[in-house]
T-cell receptor, first 115, second 114 residues
């Protein structure tokens, strides 16, 4: 069964450093998402991406964040200058169609720790 | 604003017990409703969904009915197994544009013992 994959599974970085989290969505999907879950808190939406542009973003997704689909398979989240509060589990998701009725398929997550 | 409220966990049950995890929502408009499950060390998996009022979603013995009058989507299972131990997330999605964000509840941890 097709699945969303994410790399790395864990990443430790120093405050102020740039990190890139990578995702390979399901191959025929067209809509891509990033969510994060700070330990003990809700899963929060960050951004959605379709047709090579951001379609929706939350207040969390400020100028330090960016997303990119550099080729036909990868979808990346870049954090330019990490802060302690960026420590979280980051989930990538994809769906074959957009809209509220569609199922989003999630990857296993990348646990980011900022020291 | 739009939000989801789930019952606080953890919920601890013995095998074959009846499970209810309450979920209520606040939304402007008519959301689609979802239950996702997260097994230890894994990502979120869709368990079931309902896209309009009175719809019942079901999967793996779990059921939830979209109740517009009570703005609820409670998850139930008649007889839980140890393998059901996981974190359960209720979520909603609203019609505004393509690539719609999911809004999640805090999650409820279920622990089933044999």
């Amino acid at each position: 069964e097709p699945e969303v994959t994410q790399t790395p599974s864990h990443q430790v970085t120093q405050m102020g450093q740039e990190v890139i989290l990578r995702c390979v969505p399901i191959s025929n999907h067209l809509y891509f998402y990033w969510y994060r879950q700070i330990l003990g808190q809700k899963v929060e939406f960050l951004v959605s991406f379709y047709n090579n542009e951001i379609s929706e973003k939350s207040e969390i997704f400020d100028d330090q964040f960016s997303v990119e689909r550099p080729d036909g398979s990868n979808f990346t989240l870049k954090i330019r200058s990490t802060k302690l509060e960026d420590s979280a589990m980051y989930f990538c998701a994809s769906s074959d169609r957009g809209g509220p009725k569609e199922t989003q398929y999630f990857g296993p997550g990348t646990r980011l720790l900022v020291l | 604003g739009n939000s989801v409220t789930q019952m606080e966990g953890p919920v601890t049950l013995s095998e074959e017990a009846f499970l209810t995890i309450n979920c209520t929502y606040t939304a402007t408009g008519y959301p689609s409703l979802f239950w996702y499950v997260q097994y230890p060390g894994e990502g979120l998996q869709l368990l079931l969904k309902a896209t309009k009022a009175d719809d019942k979603g079901s999967n793996k013995g779990f059921e939830a009915t979209y109740r517009k009058e009570t703005t609820s989507f409670h998850l139930e299972k008649g007889s839980v197994q140890v393998s059901d131990s996981a974190v359960y997330f209720c979520a909603l999605s609203l019609a505004n544009q393509a690539g719609t964000a999911l809004i999640f509840g805090k999650g409820t941890t279920l622990s089933v013992s044999s």
